[in-house]
């Protein structure tokens, strides 16, 4: 558990930290293309675009919220609380067997996934959706499992 929370401590301060750089004068939000800002997708929209192979699904939470609440059925689960470079790494795979060049983040409310497509866009990945309800729904709505979207049972050690 203090790994799981160091983890998370350490991946926030970076991702804040890149986003706390701006450009000349202008506040972190004009580092990012509208593309990265505006793209966002709810829990039914990633649904049937994952579903039709349109998007790649990645669910990155920690594996225990997957052992809790189980994963997305269309969703590959890349937890985002592990090395930077393992999870970039893991993205580049999920991504060269699958035909969907667009990637969709998925987390428990839509914080990470919102901080994470930002981080990506950042370090070059340009087609990132968030999908701001998130597994257990937040500001942005009710959520994939409040949606009665399928999701099935995370073992672990396993790439589905």
Known sequence: MRLFLFTCAVLSLAVSTLLAQPRAGKSP??????????????????YARSLAREILLID???PDEWAE?????TAVP???HQDISVFLRKIREAQSGHPATRL???CAQGA???????????????S???VSEGMIGGPAGKGWIASKLPVRKWIPNSKR
């Open 60 to 62: 990155i939470r920690h």
């Open 128 to 130: 990132v959706m968030d």
């Open 112 to 126: 990470r996934s919102r901080y994470m497509q930002r981080f990506l866009y950042r370090v070059g990945f340009r």
């Open 104 to 106: 969709a983040l998925i």
């Open 78 to 80: 890349i937890t985002m």
């Open 29 to 46: 939000e004009a580092n990012f293309s509208p593309i990265a800002t505006l793209a966002v997708l709810g829990a039914e929209q990633a």
């Open 69 to 73: 609440t189980g994963i997305a059925t």
